[in-house]
């Protein structure tokens, strides 16, 4: 009875001490690495206090030193570039007054549509830019009388219905009616000058 006693001690004994030696090596990894990194965010910890010290440092003596002169004035916005474009007006006698140039870029706004125009003039048989675009927002309804755009047949088409043939670039040429309050009142293609 005695020997089992001190048997059943010893193997006890033997059981705690492979408990204790047993721990799962990964354990011991995951351990190890999370020791590593919480010295890293220590270490970044104080070498970015000392960074943002030696930043704060050498603002505040760049202030310091700094000249004192006269006060810079506040800083101004650019003004916008005026507009070469100036709506035509109505020659005495006539109702409207005319613009020639590239109509392009539509793009429908709601009711409106909204168009690039690229001016132009005529050269004998030809024509040429005159450096001026603007851009005009007009009623989806405004009238256009076309011939290409409308398949080859004269028609007044709405401008809305055009959107997708000038969506593009320059193509096609329109002559845009002004009346004297410097309104849109239609375009009229230029089929004659199209490319």
């Known amino acids: 009875m005695a020997d089992e006693t001190v048997l059943e001690g010893y193997l006890s004994d033997v059981a705690e001490s492979g408990r204790r030696h047993a721990v799962p090596l990964a354990a011991e990894r995951i351990r190890a690495r999370a020791e590593q990194r919480v010295r890293r965010r220590r270490t970044a910890a104080v070498s970015g206090g000392a960074l943002l010290t ?17 006060p810079e004035p506040p800083a101004v916005p650019p003004e916008p570039t005026a507009s070469l474009f100036a709506p035509p007006t109505p020659a005495a006698g006539e109702e409207y007054a005319d613009e020639l140039g590239y109509v392009y870029g539509a793009v429908a706004e709601g009711d409106a549509v909204r168009v690039t125009v690229e001016q132009l003039r005529t050269e004998g048989d030809t024509t040429a830019p005159t450096g001026v675009v603007h851009t005009l927002i007009l009623p989806e309804r405004t009238l256009v009388e076309a011939r290409e755009l409308a398949g ?20 096609w040429i329109f002559v845009i009616d002004y009346d004297s309050e410097g309104r849109v009142q239609s375009l009229r ?7």
């Open 152 to 171: 080859g047949e004269p028609a007044d088409v709405e401008l809305g219905r055009l959107v997708g043939e000038l969506a593009a670039g320059p193509r």
């Open 54 to 70: 030696a930043a704060l440092a050498v603002g505040g003596l760049s202030l310091a030193l700094a000249p004192r002169g006269e």
């Open 189 to 195: 293609e230029a089929y004659w000058l199209t490319g």
